[in-house]
């Protein structure tokens, strides 16, 4: 069983940066293949990021080039660095987990979830 908690999100303005991060519990996070996911009102999840143990990642084309996933095993914690927010990225952003071998887009993909952060972007 693996536990996820976020923390880091917040209203910023447009252009502007924050940094989330996801506190895993377990033994196994090094194996783990981290996501982030994010539902606006009215709204599907979507896909944000992801990062393997490998630390390959894979991004959604709305948030390439300006967000960055990374880890560190050693705090069982993985981060989604935002850069140049934009109005449309406010939502509620989730972490997520999935076993070593899984590295998808889909929210079925990932059996672990944070309870998410809220990250509002003013104009």
């Known amino acids: 069983q693996v536990q996820l908690v976020e923390s880091g999100g917040g209203l910023v303005q447009a252009g502007g940066s924050l940094r989330l991060s996801c506190a895993a519990s377990g033994d196994t996070f090094s194996a783990l293949t981290m996501a982030w996911f994010r539902q606006a009102p009215g709204k599907e999840r979507e896909f944000v990021g992801s990062i393997n143990w490998k630390r390959t990642t894979s991004y959604a084309d709305s948030v390439k080039g300006r967000f960055t996933s990374s880890r560190d095993n050693a705090k069982n914690t993985v981060y989604l660095q935002m850069n140049s927010l934009k109005p449309e990225d406010t939502a509620t952003y989730y972490c997520?987990?999935?076993?070593?071998?899984?590295?998808?887009?889909?929210?079925?993909?990932?059996?672990?979830w944070g309870q998410g952060t809220q990250v509002t972007v003013s104009s």
């Open positions: 997520a987990a999935a076993p070593v071998g899984r590295f998808g887009v889909q929210t079925s993909d990932y059996d672990y």
